[in-house]
């Protein structure tokens, strides 16, 4: 009796299980506010926002195989599109994300060379805001707080490769 060439492996379902486990548990750190938006069923949404307040370890692996259950009967690959998208509203791409990463590197590196090839490579950039942001990012780091110039230096680069 052999298997047909469509049917998949235990493993292979139990990946893809996984799989939509780890979005789901991806999306339980959105905001609130951003779950609505996306185009979930509702219990979907209530076990996700549910899921915040479980303190138990048992109690939070429990749910979070729910969510993966829930998650079995909606598309993933709209929300993984979702979820890439950056709070500027524009669609994200994986290579722009990359691409952004590769940046963000090198302009938190300290690299003097890689500050002056960004400013370079997009001519319509605040320069002034940049080095602010930079200079902000260090003395955040150095006092221990959060960094939230970090989180506008993000937007600024990502918004910029986006637009290139």
Known sequence: M????????????KKEAEELQEL????SGLPVRRLERLDLPDDLKKALIESRSITSNVAGKRQRQFIGA??????????RQALL???TGFPVESETVK???????????????????FIH????????RLRQLLRNIKKEKATGKASKSLNALEQLVTKHVINK
């Open 2 to 13: 052999k298997k047909d060439i469509d049917e998949k492996s235990k493993t292979q379902i």
């Open 24 to 27: 789901g548990i991806e999306l």
């Open 70 to 79: 829930l998650m079995r009967d909606v598309d993933p690959e709209p929300i």
């Open 85 to 87: 998208q950056t709070d």
């Open 99 to 117: 691409e952004t990463r590769a940046w963000l590197d090198r302009l938190l590196s300290g690299d003097p060379a890689g500050l002056e090839e």
């Open 121 to 128: 490579a997009y001519p319509g950039l605040d320069y002034q």
